[in-house]
């Protein structure tokens, strides 16, 4: 017998809110350097690309949601923690505690302006 396929292929994005629309824009496009391929035109929204993930940003309010910070982290992939978080110090970004060396990977928390909780993240072991 054949597995059919997955109902599921993939994530299309995850959403993030925010209070201050352009601040949360600033913080994502120019702080973190992520492209910008979509502003949700007189709405207060915008998507960032990862790479592989769409961050969607919106003024929560706006839309008529309640703004809830998000409480767990969404890893970012670097290619260097301690060098990304260099740079994101160096543009006043403040990290909750000191890298985490996890035995596979290095992990970094901080939060975006709204509190929304992020992590640099580099799995540097081979996985199984």
Same mark, same amino acid.
Request: proline content about 7%.
């Given at each position: 017998?054949?597995? =059919? !396929? ?32 979509? /502003?949700?035109?007189?709405? =207060?929204? !915008? &998507? ?12 929560? &309010? $706006? ?9 767990? =982290? ?8 301690? $060098?990304? /978080? $260099? ?9 909750? !505690? ?9 992990? $970094?928390?901080?939060?975006? =302006? ?15």
């Amino acid at each position: 017998m054949t597995n =059919p !396929a997955p109902l599921v292929s993939g994530v299309d994005f995850v959403h993030l809110g925010t209070k201050d629309f352009e601040a949360a824009v600033q913080f994502y496009g120019t702080v973190l350097g992520l492209p910008c391929t979509s /502003r949700y035109g007189e709405h =207060p929204g !915008a &998507e960032f690309e990862t790479g592989n993930l769409t961050l969607q940003v919106m003024e929560s &309010e $706006a839309f008529g949601l309640e703004f809830h910070q998000a409480p767990n =982290p969404i890893a970012l992939h670097v290619d260097d923690v301690e $060098a990304a /978080r $260099a740079e994101l110090e160096s543009q006043g970004v403040a990290f909750r !505690a000191d890298t985490i060396d996890s035995g596979v990977c290095h992990m $970094a928390f901080f939060e975006d =302006p709204d509190g929304n909780a992020l992590m640099l993240h580099h799995r540097y072991a081979p996985r199984p």
